[in-house]
Nanobody
Framework: VQLQASGGGAVQPGGSLRLSCLVSGKSFWSDGVAWYRQVPGHERELVAAVRRGGGAVQAIFVRGRFAISRDGGGDEMYLQMNQLQPGDTAVYYC????????WGPGTQVTVSS
């Protein structure tokens, strides 16, 4: 299984970004999916997830600002991020949930004025 996140960039506080994740070797509909993030010097943390049965999981700091979706074909998923704040600055990774596959490269999100 290979994962590739993309779509990061620089945005001002209050802005939005949509991250994408491509998968090969497994369908995003076969299991739960999630986005994680990591800041240098800190452990990778869960941002949001959708369980295999469809239930949503969100970190407290998300406060309803982010949403995960998957395309019909199962090889791409997204993280829509709204009302971004400087504290959201991190490298974002996609993976399956709760059991992770090998991590792919993340995508940098920088929120700054």
């Amino acid at each position: 299984v290979q994962l590739q996140a993309s779509g990061g960039g620089a945005v001002q506080p209050g802005g939005s970004l949509r991250l994408s994740c491509l998968v090969s070797g497994k369908s995003f509909w076969s299991d739960g999916v999630a986005w994680y993030r990591q800041v240098p010097g800190h452990e990778r943390e869960l941002v949001a997830a959708v369980r295999r049965g469809g239930g949503a999981v969100q970190a407290i700091f998300v406060r309803g600002r982010f949403a995960i979706s998957r395309d019909g074909g199962g090889d791409e998923m997204y993280l829509q991020m709204n009302q971004l704040q400087p504290g959201d600055t991190a490298v974002y990774y996609c993976n399956f949930y709760p059991s992770n596959e090998p991590w792919g490269p993340g995508t940098q999100v920088t929120v700054s004025s």
